[in-house]
């Protein structure tokens, strides 16, 4: 069990831990989906998420005799050096199990890559592609875990999940890491009977952006960022970002998934389709925390960036008067800055849009809540807060 030491941000009702990161909201698309969705687009046709395409489970081959499907290990089952107690977690692209580490005698979190869409199990506990025309794809996630492992490996950050070690074991790939114990971000926001606190939220978003930050040095997004993804532990209210699973390492040699991996309301409109004016990037991440801040302060997720690109119905916060009682402009307008629909146009690093949320430079001495000077830090920030607010209004 891994608690970090931080000052408590807000009480924490007790809630069973979800590390998996996967969300029944996000949908798996192919690329020619996306393609043709961007190509309505383009002919002045409004795309909603409920005309978004859905993927049909493909059958199983028939030579995959003893196919259990996409089920968990069996309790007691050894895997390693590890032995499973338990189920935390299954979603669409993995399982995370609690196990005990025979070796160091110690609890931890084992995570399994198993994409249900992709992948199934045979009774003897290995994992098959569904068919040869799934294998590519298959085989591109599982090097892109790998490579998850190996960054999250290397960094030591109180908001980024450690890894302990990482391995190749029965056709699929493992790592283990601490087993956190809090409840996510988008479970909190829904037990408060009143909004959250600015100051609740920005130190929230100090953590995350920090965390975000370090990866993005390391040319790897997140592209999966949401408030089930985001982790407050139990009792530090230390934020820590879950799964890192739709994230891809910029590898040259690496032939790429033929699969693009969206959660409506927070994927921009560079997820859909990949097409060279709309390339993902550090902005791409920018966005998807405008996004939680959007659900933070007003309970519901901005309109999906796919229905905004020709008619954009998002109403800025920065000028609705309810939202201006409880918090400060500049607040506000750091979250319509991430929210624009065009990627040029948005923060295009964290450190932008730390600056944006008045967050210190990173490595600064400056602390959140410290005494500074308002009128200066306003005059600093004020330009390039005004600027993203005009690309807003128009």
């Not at 977690?89 to 399982?95: H, S």
């Not at 601490?178 to 408060?192: C, F, N």
């Not at 407050?232 to 209210?237: A, H, M």
């Not at 230390?238 to 390492?249: M, N, S, Y």
Request: proline share 7%; aromatic share 8%.
């Amino acid at each position: 069990l891994l608690m970090t030491e931080t000052t408590p941000t807000s009480p924490l009702p007790d809630s069973a831990p979800d590390q998996s990161g996967c969300d029944e909201e996000t949908r798996i698309l192919s690329k020619a989906a996306t393609q043709e969705m961007v190509t309505k687009l383009s002919a002045q046709t409004i795309v909603t998420p409920d005309a978004i395409p859905s993927t049909a489970l493909p059958p199983v081959s028939s030579a995959h005799v003893g196919v259990v499907d996409s089920g968990a290990l069996p309790i007691g089952s050894g895997v390693a050096e590890f032995e499973i107690t338990s189920v935390v977690a299954q979603g669409g692209f993995g399982i995370v199990y609690r196990a005990w580490d025979l070796s160091l005698e110690r609890t931890v979190a084992l995570k399994e890559y198993l994409p249900s869409s992709l992948a199934c199990r045979l009774s003897d506990g290995s994992v098959v592609a569904r068919s040869e025309r799934h294998q590519e794809t298959f085989d591109t996630g599982m090097r892109s875990f790998i490579n998850e492992a190996k960054l999250l490996a290397r960094f030591d950050h109180p908001a980024l999940l450690k890894v302990y070690r990482f391995w190749h074991e029965r056709g699929t790939a493992f790592m283990v890491m601490p087993l956190y114990v809090g409840r996510t971000l988008k479970d909190t926001l829904a037990s408060l009977d009143t909004p959250p606190e600015q100051a609740w939220l920005i130190r929230i978003m100090d953590g995350v952006t920090q965390a975000i930050a370090i990866m993005h040095a390391e040319n790897c997004y997140h592209r999966d960022i949401a408030p089930d993804n985001i982790m407050l532990l139990e009792e530090s209210g230390q934020p820590v970002v879950l799964d890192f699973g739709a994230a891809r390492k910029v590898i040259s040699d690496m032939t790429q998934a033929l699969t693009v991996i969206i959660k409506p309301g927070y994927a921009p409109i560079e997820q859909y389709a990949e097409m060279p004016e709309m390339a993902q990037g550090a902005w791409t991440d920018v966005y998807a925390l405008g996004a939680v801040l959007h659900h933070g302060v007003t309970g519901k997720t901005p309109p999906a960036s796919v229905s905004r690109f020709i008619n954009d119905s998002y109403q800025p916060l920065a000028v609705q008067s309810a939202l201006l009682e409880r918090y400060e402009p500049f607040f506000l307008a750091a979250i319509d800055a991430a929210l624009v629909v065009k990627p040029q146009d948005r923060p295009q690093t964290m450190a932008d849009f730390r600056s944006l949320l008045r967050l210190p430079v990173v490595g600064s001495t400056v602390l959140l809540g410290s005494e500074v000077d308002q009128d200066q830090v306003t005059l600093i920030f004020s330009g390039r807060i005004q600027s993203y607010v005009s690309a807003v209004r128009s």
